[in-house]
């Protein structure tokens, strides 16, 4: 299958997306896993091109698709999880000692203070390698999306 300039019109892609694609492929293009990656990345909308040319058979199908990529995103989040646990028990177990501390009016004010401060930083900085984390999962669970999109667009494209 070739997309070109004169099929998004007759689709009634919007003008932005056929400048893009025009200044990429200005005599058009085949779907190819590579042609259909360097649209993603250049921020074409393969999910609207996908869903036009091919109505129902390309929105569904996707979980399906990336089921591989889904389950390594699994095992990512399994190892998020697990690396977590620490940083989720220094952050309890600091602000309940601190609070421990302070309750008991065991120490003077500026200790109580250096305690909390200290809880505090830890559980920041806890907090702080949650996001990353989370970040380099949502990285992966998006990766897994893209790849199973483009991977059903051409599949799609060579049915056509």
């Known amino acids: 299958m070739r997309i070109t300039h004169q099929l998004l019109v007759d689709l009634t892609a919007c003008e932005p997306e056929r400048e893009a694609f025009d200044k990429i492929w200005p005599d058009g293009a085949e779907v190819t896993i590579e042609n259909a990656t360097r649209?993603?990345?250049?921020?074409?909308?393969?999910?609207?091109?996908?869903?036009?040319?091919?109505?129902?058979?390309f929105v569904y199908p996707i979980e399906e698709l990336y089921q591989d990529q889904w389950e390594e995103?699994?095992?990512?989040?399994?190892?998020?999880?697990?690396?977590?646990?620490?940083?989720?028990?220094?952050?309890?177990?600091?602000?309940?000692?601190?609070?421990?501390?302070?309750?008991?009016?065991?120490?003077?004010?500026?200790?109580?203070?250096?305690?909390?401060?200290?809880?505090?930083?830890?559980?920041?900085?806890?907090?702080?390698?949650?996001?990353?984390?989370?970040?380099?999962m949502d990285k992966c669970h998006q990766q897994a999306y893209q790849t199973a999109k483009i991977e059903l667009f051409v599949k799609l494209a060579e049915k056509s």
């Open 39 to 57: 649209a993603v990345e250049a921020g074409l909308d393969l999910l609207w091109l996908g869903t036009v040319l091919f109505r129902a058979k």
């Open 73 to 136: 995103c699994q095992t990512f989040n399994q190892v998020f999880v697990e690396a977590d646990r620490p940083a989720q028990a220094i952050k309890v177990q600091e602000c309940e000692r601190a609070k421990a501390l302070y309750d008991d009016h065991m120490i003077d004010y500026r200790e109580k203070n250096r305690l909390l401060d200290k809880a505090y930083a830890d559980r920041d900085k806890a907090m702080a390698d949650w996001f990353k984390r989370q970040h380099a």
